[in-house]
């Protein structure tokens, strides 16, 4: 059932709230430091880990999947919000960390893509430049 992956990711984003939370408290900063990007990848390896295992039914899978979309752009969302010019004004350190931080993606994006084969890619049929013309 769809129901299931909400409470998957419910289960997800509380662990991955807490383990930044508590990251956060070890680096010494009072706040959440990656709960959201942990959350994100308990999401994902559970949802592997589980049907690899045959516990998650297919219409689970897929509700995973949508909560998986709309998680992403949620974040990315409530980051915008934060105050961004005085994260900027510490100096370069943001500037570098956001660099590598995005190339690193890039690559990690490039290489999960490459070695897995767990979705098919669509392909766009081909048409026929006469049929095109008629209309």
């Not at 408290?25 to 589980?50: Q, R």
Request: charged share 10%; with cysteine.
């Amino acid at each position: 059932m769809i129901i299931y992956g909400t409470a998957l990711l419910a289960i997800c984003h509380l662990l991955g709230d807490y383990f930044g939370n508590m990251l956060g408290i070890l680096l010494g900063v009072k706040a959440n430091v990656g709960g959201v990007a942990i959350a994100m990848i308990l999401l994902i390896a559970s949802k592997e880990v589980l049907a690899r295992k045959g516990y998650l039914p297919k219409v689970t899978q897929f509700g995973v999947l949508y909560w998986s979309g709309m998680y992403i752009p949620i974040v990315v969302a409530m980051s915008a919000g934060q105050n961004v010019v005085a994260a900027m004004s510490g100096g370069m350190v943001g500037v570098v960390v956001a660099v590598i931080s995005l190339v690193g993606t890039v690559l990690v994006i490039r290489w999960l893509n490459k070695y897995s084969n767990d979705y098919d890619s669509y392909e766009w049929p081909i048409e026929n430049p006469a049929q095109t013309a008629k209309v």
